[in-house]
């Protein structure tokens, strides 16, 4: 597989909460960087399963959120280093509980090697930035 059809699977994967297939795709000592984590998160995740949890904490406070497909648009480049990918994501999703939209955008640089994501840097802000934030920020000493 390309880098571009391991990073579209493990997407893939994300979005239908398969974490444990996702985690997968990525080396057992791979690296997640969050560079404009915002304050309190994390900007470094190390390991496959540093990862899992990561986006797992995610999911708790995604919820049932899901892209709608006619308002969505990704877009994968290809870069001159066959190993990196550059994506650009931006999705409107729902919540068919509450009936909450949400736009999120994002930024990927992925790189993939022997067939697994060894390291995946997440570019991200605004809406984006507040459910990592809820979801993966470590409480404040008094």
Known sequence: M???????????????????????????????????????????FDGRDAIRSMSVALDRVRGDAAPIPAESNLTVHETTDPEVIIAELDAVAVDPASGRRQRVRQLHVVRVRDELIIEHRDYFAGASAELVRQALATPSAP
């Open 2 to 44: 390309t880098p571009k059809e391991i990073y579209l699977r493990q997407l893939e994967l994300a979005i239908a909460g398969d974490r444990d297939a996702q985690a997968a795709y990525y080396a057992p000592d791979a690296v997640v960087h969050f560079p404009f984590a915002p304050e309190g998160v994390p900007d470094r």
